[in-house]
């Protein structure tokens, strides 16, 4: 049995090498990664160091000895620095003084061992001599030699080096990574005393060959498994979490091929992950919605950031409604590599908030109905007057008809009237009509300014019974595309609350001013009352949902007003007025953006 020490360094330096090589590549592909590639550096000096090891046992003169020799402590001055900034890494104890001063110290060494004759491990290079293993083995013999003062030091910095890694694991156990701590103790355990045992033998305490590239090897083997095992469990971690959400996840490479989805994902859109992998979203969900995706997709891609969206999706022949957000997943240099996708069912919550919506809708429109009770009999006194007109304008007319000559002058002028006062019936029947109506008109070309008129002709009476004195300045011309009936909804609704905040008002100082104007390339309409106003914490809350003070009060009205302006791309806002009462403004975008 001859030849043992020497082959088993050989495999031992072998092992060390293929981990290097597992992490180097790991850090390739994951481009950076800084405790990976500390590993990867400290596992290739371990294969050297053994290697040099090897080659100082098998060394047949002296100068091939001290040259080996000195090859050692090379590549120990690289290791420990590499093996001290991977111990921060990994138990995130960073004492960056002592960490660099360590590091001086071995750059300092080093120096010595190539400026020292026979390097620091050897003070008398004479002669050597040899050493028969038990199993007939004849290697140098690595002890006799002096060392020099640096040899002893170099041993003072280990055991430094030791202890400062024994202690940031015993903090990182402190910290409650436990298990990290406890696998990284015992491979420093192992390490520690390996090369304990290894001055003993140095100092020839025990008969043995030095035992200290065991403890290099029970470093690298120990950790890698830990690092590997770690990351297994990590990755084990994060698919139960991601198989456990709620939501639909997929994860696609920068060609677009489906690389990982959730368990949720499986069971919306009734795939699995076997049989998706390497498809396309194409393969997926029928064409138009699979190029939704993919414009998504590629625009979080080119952009970096995050696009939120809301997609119908066929899930097993059902469409279903979906909030998604799309992310690219990028490198610590800013590319990207691949995109994720999340999707979050919101069939139900929109279905909910439809029928809310009706819900209110109705109530309103209840509530609605029972104003116009109120108002009759201002309606039928406004509708009484126009047609009383009309009525006294044909008889008028047809007088004149009667005559032998007929003046066409007087003529105009009584058709002229009958069309004025027509007009204004029609717009009292119409305002009357946006009022009572439940069912949605379609989106039109329409004239605000007319709109709104027809909605203060509504009230006419009404103003003229309550005595409130109205002031309207709408500019012609602003041209929206609306729901006709909504808008005059709201404006009713506004002028119906301005009525009733001026209701408490000493009649002489209710006053009402209506505006429709052009505003920064919008339509502004503006309702000011001169009521009992809105306090200025309030002017957010009146709009939302059951805010009433009134005693009758619903407190449904400026919420639908809110909710049909912004279903038309507008918004509505309210003010309180320095001097008394509240200003209600409410914006449109026009159609007509020329004007801007
Ligand atoms: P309701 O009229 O049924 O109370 P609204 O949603 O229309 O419901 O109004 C909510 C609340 O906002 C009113 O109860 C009132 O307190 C306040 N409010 C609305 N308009 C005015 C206004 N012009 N002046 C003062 N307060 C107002």
Redesign the pocket.
């Known amino acids: 049995m001859k030849e043992i020490l020497v082959p088993a360094l050989y495999v031992m330096s072998g092992v060390c090498a293929y981990t290097a090589l597992h992490h180097g590549l790991a850090v390739l592909r994951r481009r950076v990664n800084r405790i990976h590639l500390l590993f990867a550096l400290m596992s290739l000096l371990t294969a050297a160091l053994i290697m040099a090891r090897a080659g100082a046992y098998g060394a047949h003169t002296v100068s091939e000895l001290v040259a080996m020799r000195r090859w050692e402590i090379v590549f120990l001055c690289f290791f420990v620095p590499a093996f001290l900034w991977f111990v921060a890494d990994y138990t995130g104890i960073r004492p960056r003084k002592l960490l660099f001063g360590l590091s001086g110290f071995w750059a300092l060494l080093f120096a010595v061992n190539l400026a020292l004759p026979s390097g620091v491990q050897i003070a008398d290079s004479s002669s050597m001599a040899y050493f028969d293993l038990p199993w007939g083995e004849r290697v140098a013999d690595l002890r006799v030699i002096q060392r020099t003062v640096w040899h002893n030091l170099a041993w003072l910095g280990i055991v430094i080096s030791l202890s400062y890694s024994l202690y940031a694991c015993y903090l990182q156990y402190r910290r409650g990574q436990q298990r990290r701590a406890r696998v990284m103790a015992w491979a420093l355990s192992a390490f520690a005393v390996l090369s304990l045992l290894n001055v003993a033998i140095n100092l020839k305490l025990v008969e043995f060959v030095h035992t200290s590239d065991f403890g290099f090897l029970a470093l690298i083997v120990v950790m890698d498994m830990e690092m590997m095992l770690e990351s297994r469990d990590q990755k084990r971690r994060l698919r139960a979490v991601l198989d456990h959400l709620p939501v639909a996840i997929c994860l696609k490479d920068l060609k677009g091929h489906f690389q990982l989805i959730n368990r949720k994902f499986e069971s919306a859109f009734r795939t699995r992950e076997g049989a998706i992998a390497g498809k396309k979203v194409f393969d997926l969900f029928p064409r138009e919605q699979a190029a939704i995706i993919d414009a998504n997709e590629r625009h979080a891609l080119d952009t970096r950031q995050d696009v939120e969206s809301e997609e119908v999706l066929d899930c097993g022949g059902e469409a279903r409604t979906f909030q998604s957000i799309k992310f690219p997943l990028l490198r610590e240099d800013g590319s990207a590599y691949a995109v994720s996708s999340v999707y979050i069912d919101i069939t139900e919550s929109r279905q909910k908030d439809e029928a809310l919506n009706r819900f209110r809708r109705q109530v309103w429109h209840a509530d609605r109905v029972a104003s116009t009770g109120a108002i009759t009999s201002s309606l039928a006194h406004e509708l009484c007057q126009p047609l009383a007109a009309m009525l006294s304008n044909a008889q008028a007319g047809l007088r004149f008809l009667a005559q032998d000559k007929v003046d066409l002058d007087e003529m105009r002028e009584i058709l002229q009237d009958i069309v004025r006062d027509d007009k204004r019936a029609g717009a009292v029947i119409n305002g009357l009509r946006a009022m009572l109506q439940q069912q949605e008109t379609p989106y039109a070309d329409i004239d605000l300014g007319q709109c709104i008129n027809e909605v203060i002709m509504l009230l006419h009476s009404e103003f003229v019974r309550t005595g409130v004195v109205v002031e309207h300045l709408l500019e012609a011309n602003l041209a929206i595309r609306a729901n006709k009936t909504q808008i005059q909804q709201v404006a009713l ?1 506004l002028m119906i ?2 009525l009733e ?1 001026m209701a408490e008002q000493v009649p002489d100082q209710r006053m009402l001013r209506v505006t429709a104007a052009r505003v920064d390339g919008k339509a502004l309409v503006s309702i000011r ?1 001169s ?4 306090a200025e914490d309030m002017l957010d809350r ?1 709009f939302d949902g059951f ?4 005693p009758q ?7 639908v007003c809110r909710s049909i302006m912004e279903s038309h791309g507008g918004g509505i806002w309210a003010e309180a007025n320095p001097d008394r009462g ?1 200003t ?1 403004h409410f914006v449109l975008p026009l159609e007509d953006k020329t004007g801007t």
């Open positions: 609704n609350n301005a905040a009352d009521g009992i106003g809105i009146v805010y009433t003070t009134k009060g619903l407190g449904v009205g400026l919420e509240a209600f």
